[in-house]
Each structure stands twice: as structure tokens, then as C-alpha cells.
């Protein structure tokens, strides 16, 4: 922590509860429920790998092409999250402390990748440069797919930053490279920390934009292993692979966080950021900036137009492009609905009743994301058709609770940042007042946490949006989503026929982009926002604090 | 704690139920068999199967459930749904996942007079499914860079050192598999390996998931020859036009074990309780109207009863000169799997 000169609050005593408060069981049990409907598939990935068997999986491991595609995975992961992290960071930080001309406008132009399905950006880039390709191909489409993982959460997190701690750090002679190394970007570690964790976890599990780059990495590989040898517990076995990444990248940015708090000065007036002028280097930022954008929206939004206007003359069946959307929006609004009911007691759990059980109750949760879409939908297909009687199977339902398990994990991170920062305080004073515990969480806690629960809406129905191997397995007979035709026409390589399905999925996206974006903007402010300074004071808590 | 939060809040309750009710209409409706309808698990083009069902719709009056999605995929769903899986038919591209799900027990005999609709070679040996339609493996290569006369004549010659950097292969597709069961079954399990080796080696940077990108990749000069099945050339000069092929196919020479004729096929799922329609379904396949709509639709691929011609002015099925590998000797493709997997590309 390179933070000093403000220390003057005391450190947030009241944020964490003085004395451990009785565990509320009803929320322990929704817990456990959830966490055991999410440990279905990784249940089903363990015992289809032990039917696979050791002796089997050993030779198919311990070989040449694994080392070659671990490489791949591993590099392309580490690549990724750390142009990732610099870029995020960076464009976070014109936008919100520099005097760049139309930084608002920029702004919102640099979230809207958010709304463009990974897949779509490599089509972009492939359709339009046919010769794309390789790790730095790769390493590209996935860096200009993903930062905003990481620029969200770090404007929101510069925003609301306390601008006085880099004042004092001028006024003490620090030039502004020190200011903005020591002292900003200690301000917003945690926020870097948690986008980089998102984007390590998707570049792991990404297999649509590799399909189409060519780029083989440790998923595209079990989805050959599906393919080839109609093999699941060899894909299975394979799994476990990625699984155990993600279990080193989970526990890593656990240990990187660390015990770090972000202080501020909470009797201090906020104030707004004095803006660093950028001088005569400001138009060399601005077309930095500018160029950036064009190949970050450009680029995939102008090969969906070009193929839109073009057309295609191939044959496949123009399914309704209305029929497919509104059964897209329909899944996916569920998924986010059932995904947020189902992170509530989780992070409740986690954060306003700490302990050993919560702690691994909630990280095991994120393991969920490593489990290929295909293994998830195979192990509801196999409890469902084998041990339910064929209960829900292939029936709207089945599909999404299979997304809301998908991305469970993204709306945890939502809500459980949320949680932690809406002040306890104010709960306290609801029960010293007589209120019933559940009256509290009524009227107190969940209008609190709004945002965050919209915000965990948002991440999980952009996901479920263009999901597709899961969606294939479990979708009602009959019914298309966007994503499937999408695909039905993408790798016939009739791109202007998949174009409008492409073009519909990021206008659908678009509407939850801005909602996610309006909640990462007041992410450390009250819930109520508009609010804000009024409860400044009474904010003891650090902005910005997620206790792990 | 205001008035506006609770209506919010409403709202979003008020959504959630919508939403629900919504999904468990539409599970409602997509349960339950019901006599006079059958389920299709259709791992075949789209476009194609799409025409076949309307014409069976119409003959029959029999509703036939489209489920679409790649034969891997449907075959490892029903693996996974077992005895009581939703499927009554499942017509896919190539013959190994139909093996493979014969070999489990999954399939039921097809009626004999559908088998004989379809010369004996291209169906199941154990008379569990049906050869629909085929393809042949060709070479595709780009027309600017290499000239007619350095083309290979066999399938060998691709792991020479002269076609290094030069060469694209989608080693995981299942139209591949075929040759390196054919390359194995004439030269022996070392051979074979070594001239996987030489492909991989030679391919390099160009190894690709499909044949429709392997095809493409030539096509745009990424790659300068490749292995395909005819067909994906011939929809892609569709899709392109005139002015944009650069490429063109050519057969191996007769006889070469890269010269592989693969059969797409349909069976019928034995927990399946609508056999009846099944059969007649299947039947409607290889019937003459079945054929012809095969050979006029824009998939390009060969219809399999005698007398019907291939669509788009292709040489004639009874014309080629493949290979004699027959659909036993593919099998359930785990020969090819297991060598691919040696030779690290897979």
C-alpha cells in the first residue's frame, strides 16, 4: 500500500462486524443449495474422467501436443490479461484524469465492446483480414475483446477515488509519472485485480473466437476430443486440466489481493479530479486513442455492416431473425434473473458473515467457469434423462438454469462487490431499531444492492446472449437462438447471412452494456446515487474494499 | 426507503414471474411424445434436410422435430441421454458416429427394402442404418499458385518436403478421418504415422478446425493446397461467384487411398417409439423424390440410388474411381483418432 498521507480515518472497524453475529441459517442453506446445484456438472466431470480412467488419460496428457497447447493456453492467458490490465487501465485513466478533448464521448465508445460477443470481434478481424491468425492473431482479437473487463471497474474505481491523495503527493514533489504509479495506481489495485481475474477466467475458457482464428488452444482441443472420438470422458479427463488452471488463477488473485484496503480521508469534502493536462501530447493521445477505438469497435461493428449490406447467396434456411431473437432474449433474461436470485445468499453469506465455510463455499463457485458449456449441459442431460426421468429435459427451464450455473460466477462478483460496499451501518441501525432480520434485508440491504444485482443481471444475460455449445445440447426442439444461427451460417463461411444475427445480438447486448456501465460508474457511491455526498460522511468503510 | 424502491422492486418480481411462466409454457409444449410426430436429430446440412422434411411433411402427414446441431454433438447427447432419449431418427454426415452408436446398442434394424434401395456398400454392415447421400475427397488448391501439372497425384506426396508452409488440413475433421483410415489400412500403422508427421510438419501455422476454413484459406491464397470433400468447394464457388474463386479441385488418381468416397447415413434410435414413422422416413431418404431433392439442393453432395444424377455437372458416383475402403473398414473412426492422436494432431 503506497498510500499514506491519508490515513487519518480509523481503518473501517465497523465495515467488518465487531463480534461474529449469529449465522443465519435460512441464508446458510439457500447457500449450500446453490453451491450444490453448481457442483452438479463438476460432479458429472469427475465421474465421467474416473470412467475414462487414469491408465487411459495418462498417455493422452503426459504427450507432446499437451505441453504445445498448454503452452498456448497458459501464454495466451497471461498475454491477454496483462495487455488487458495496461490497456483497461490506461484508457480508464485519460478518460477520467486527463484534459483530453471529447473524453466523455471517448468514453462511452471504450465500454462498447462490452456489447460485441468475443466471437464477433474475431469474425470481424478474420472476415475483413483473412490472414489473421497465430498467437499474436489471437493475443489481438482477444486483448481488443476483453479490456473492458478491466476499464470498467477502474473508472468507476478512479471516479470515485479520493483525488486528494494524489493532490498531497504533488504537493510533496512527487512528479506525475511517481503520482500516478505510487499513488493512483495503488488507489485502484483491487479494481485491476478483480477485471483481470474475469479476464484470465474467459480467455481460459474461450473457444468460439479461437474456432474461428484456428488458434488451438486447451478448450478448442476438448471440443475436438467431443468431436473426434464422440469421447466425453476423455474430454472430460481433459477438463480437469483447465479446471486446475483455474483453480491457480482463482487462488492467485486471492493471494494478490491480499489483506489490501484502499483508505480515504472520510471527513474530507469529495471533490472533483483536477485533470492533468496533457499539453501539446494531447493530440498525439487523442488519435492514440482514436485508433485504438477502430480496432476495437471499428473493426468487428464494420465487417457486420459490410456483410449486412453485401448479403450472401448461400441456401440455409432463413429462420425467423424475430423468433430467434426473442427466444435469445427470453433464455438469457432468465439466466441473469435466476443467476442473481441464486448469488444473493452466496454473497450475503460471504460478506456480512465471514468465515472458513463462507470463504469456500463462495471460491469454489468460480471453478464453474472453467468447465467447458458442453460438459454443463451433458451432466444436466445425464441426471436429467438418467436419474430424473427425463424431468424438464430439453425443455426451456433445464437451459436456463444451465446458463445461470454457466455464469454464476460473474454475478457473485457483482453482487458480493455490491454487498461489501453498501454500509453495514445502516443495517445496524434498522436492527437496533427493532426490525425483524428479514425486514432489514427487505427494505434496507436489497435496495442497497440494486445496482449490483442489475449489474449481475447484465454480466450474465451479455453471456448468455451468445452462448452456444450448451445451448445446442439443451435447447427446446425446434427452437433456434441468435447464436445458433449465427454459427449454422458462420462455419459454412456464409458471412452474409450471419451477419444479421451478429448485428441483433450486439443491438440486445447494447441495452444491458449501459446499465452495466451506468453501475460500474457508481460502484463505490451509494446505491441510491444522486445521493452521494450527503452519505459521504457517514461512510466509514473504504471505497473500493472487497474483504475477502 | 421510499415508495419508488418498492415498485421497483415490484417491477422486477413482477418480470421474474413472466419470465418463468413464460419458460415453463414453452417447456409444457415441448414435452411428451405425441403419436403422428417424429424427432429428427439431423447432424446433415440444414438447408438440405430442411427440404427433405417439408416433402415427407407433405406426403405423409407425419410432423417431423428438427433438432440441429453437429453429428459429434448429437452423438454424444445421445450417449449421454440413453434409454430414453427424445430421438427417434439421427441422420448424420459421415458413417462413424453411426457406427459407433450401433456398435452401443443404440440403433434398430432398417427395414430391408430401404436397404436395398441403396447399393450394399454404402450401408451399415449390420444393416443398423442407411447410406443417404456421399462426398469425395479431392484436392482443393489456389489457381495462382499452383499450376495444374505439380499437383500430387496421391495423397502420399502431401508430406514431401516440397509442400512445406504450403499445405492446410483441418486434422479434426471427421471428413479426414476416412483417409488416415484408408492410408493405414495399405501402408501399415508406421507409415501411416510418418506421413502424418510429414502433413504436420508441412502444414505448420495452417491447421485449421473445419474443411469449410481449409477450403476458404486456399481459396484467399493463406494456404496453397489442401484435402477436402468436394462438396465444400463447390458451395463456396457458389457463395463467391466467378470473380471470387481462386481455386479449383482435383481428383487423386484412381485407386489412391486418398480417394475416399464418405457416406452420410440415417438410423433409427431403438428406444425410439414411433418405429413405424421411422421407417417410412428413412424409406422417404432413399425413395427417388428423396434422392432428387438431395441432388438438386445446394449442399452438392451425391445422391446414392442408382439412376439419379449429382447435381451441379459432377462426374457421375458410378464414374469415380476411389478406393475400396468400405464403411466397416472405417468403423467408428477410432483407428484414424488413435494415429492422429499419435502423430500430435490431435
Known sequence: ?548 | MGARAWVRRGRVAVTAVGVILAGATLAACSGGPASNVLTLYNGQHPETTEALVTAFEHETGITVLVRNADEDTLTNQITAEGARSPADVVFTENSPPLEFLSERGFLTQVAPSTLARVPARFSSPSGEWVGVSARVSVLVYNTDLVARHELPTSVLELAQPKWRGKLALAPGETDFQPIVTSVERRYGEAAALRWLEGLKANAGNHLYPDNETVTAMVNSGQAAIGIINQYYWYRLAAENGAAGTHSAIAFFEPHDPGYVVDVSGAGILRSSPHRAEAQRFLAFLVSDQGQRIIAHSESFEYPLVPGVAPPGGQRPLDQLQPTSISVADLGDGSTAVALLQKAQLL
Request: hydrophobic fraction near 55%; aromatic fraction near 8%.
Open chain 1, 1 to 548: 500500500m503506497t498510500v499514506t498521507a491519508e490515513r487519518l480515518a480509523p481503518e473501517a472497524p465497523a465495515r467488518r462486524p465487531a463480534r461474529r453475529s449469529r449465522r443465519p441459517w435460512p441464508i446458510l442453506v439457500l447457500s449450500v443449495a446453490v453451491v450444490a446445484v453448481l457442483a452438479l456438472p463438476i460432479a458429472f466431470l469427475l465421474l465421467e474422467a474416473v470412467q475414462f480412467g487414469w491408465r487411459a488419460l495418462v498417455p493422452l496428457l503426459f504427450r507432446g501436443l499437451t505441453a504445445e497447447l498448454l503452452f498456448n493456453t497458459v501464454g495466451l492467458t497471461l498475454v491477454v490479461t496483462l495487455f488487458a490490465a495496461v490497456l483497461g487501465t490506461l484508457s480508464a485513466w485519460i478518460t477520467e484524469r486527463t484534459d483530453l478533448p471529447a473524453r466523455r464521448v471517448l468514453a462511452v465508445l471504450i465500454v462498447l465492446p462490452v456489447a460485441i460477443p468475443d466471437f464477433a470481434v474475431a469474425f470481424g478481424w478474420k472476415s475483413l483480414f483473412p490472414s489473421i491468425g497465430g498467437f499474436g492473431g489471437a493475443a489481438l482479437v482477444m486483448t481488443l475483446a476483453v479490456y473492458p473487463l478491466v476499464y470498467l471497474p477502474v473508472a468507476a474505481s478512479l471516479r470515485h477515488a479520493d483525488p486528494s491523495q494524489s493532490e498531497v503527493a504533488r504537493s510533496l514533489g512527487a512528479g506525475r509519472v511517481a503520482t500516478f504509479f505510487r499513488v493512483t495506481l495503488g488507489q485502484v489495485r483491487l479494481a485491476v485485480l478483480g477485471g483481470a481475474l474475469l479476464v484470465a477466467l474467459v480467455v481460459l475458457a474461450e473457444y468460439g473466437a479461437f474456432e474461428i482464428l484456428g488458434y488451438r488452444t486447451f478448450t478448442t482441443e476438448i471440443f475436438t476430443e467431443f468431436t473426434v472420438g464422440f469421447n466425453t470422458p476423455a474430454s472430460c479427463g481433459l477438463s480437469l486440466v483447465l479446471v486446475g488452471l483455474s483453480l491457480i488463477v482463482v487462488l492467485g488473485e486471492g493471494a494478490a489481493r491480499g489483506r489490501g484496503r484502499v483508505s480515504r480521508g472520510g471527513a474530507l469534502t469529495p471533490h472533483a479530479a483536477h485533470l492533468v493536462p496533457l499539453g501539446r501530447a494531447k493530440w498525439w493521445v487523442l488519435g492514440g486513442v482514436v485508433a485504438f477505438l477502430g480496432a476495437a469497435v471499428g473493426v468487428p461493428l464494420g465487417a457486420i455492416l459490410y456483410w449486412l449490406v453485401r448479403g450472401g447467396s448461400s441456401t440455409l434456411p432463413p429462420a425467423s431473425l424475430l423468433s430467434a431473437a426473442l427466444h435469445t432474449a427470453l433464455y438469457s433474461a432468465g439466466a441473469g434473473l435466476l443467476a442473481t436470485a441464486m448469488a444473493l445468499p452466496v454473497a450475503l453469506l460471504s460478506v456480512r458473515h465471514p468465515g472458513r465455510l463462507p470463504a469456500i463455499l463462495e471460491r469454489s463457485t468460480y471453478l464453474v467457469l472453467a468447465v467447458p458449456g458442453l460438459v454443463i449441459a451433458l451432466g444436466f442431460t445425464y441426471v436429467s434423462e438418467r436419474d430424473a426421468n427425463g424431468f424438464l429435459y430439453q425443455s426451456a427451464f433445464l437451459l436456463i438454469l444451465a446458463y445461470a450455473v454457466m455464469f454464476f460466477p460473474l454475478a457473485l462478483v457483482a453482487v458480493r462487490t455490491s454487498l461489501a460496499q453498501s454500509p453495514l451501518a445502516l443495517e445496524e441501525v434498522a436492527r437496533s431499531l427493532g426490525r425483524p432480520r428479514r425486514e432489514v434485508l427487505l427494505r434496507v440491504t436489497l435496495p442497497l444492492v440494486g445496482p449490483g444485482l442489475a449489474a449481475a443481471f447484465c454480466l450474465v444475460f451479455l453471456e448468455a446472449v451468445t452462448e452456444l455449445t450448451a445451448t445446442l445440447v439443451l435447447i427446446p426442439t425446434g427452437s433456434q437462438t441468435l447464436a445458433t444461427q449465427f454459427w449454422a451460417f458462420q462455419t459454412n463461411t456464409a458471412y452474409g447471412q450471419a451477419a444479421p444475427y451478429a448485428a441483433l445480438m450486439v443491438a440486445i447486448a447494447a441495452l444491458p452494456s449501459v446499465v452495466l456501465a451506468r453501475w460500474f460508474d457508481r460502484l463505490p457511491g451509494q446505491a441510491g446515487a444522486g445521493r452521494r455526498p450527503s452519505t459521504e460522511g457517514a461512510r466509514l468503510g473504504p471505497p473500493g474494499t472487497v474483504p475477502t
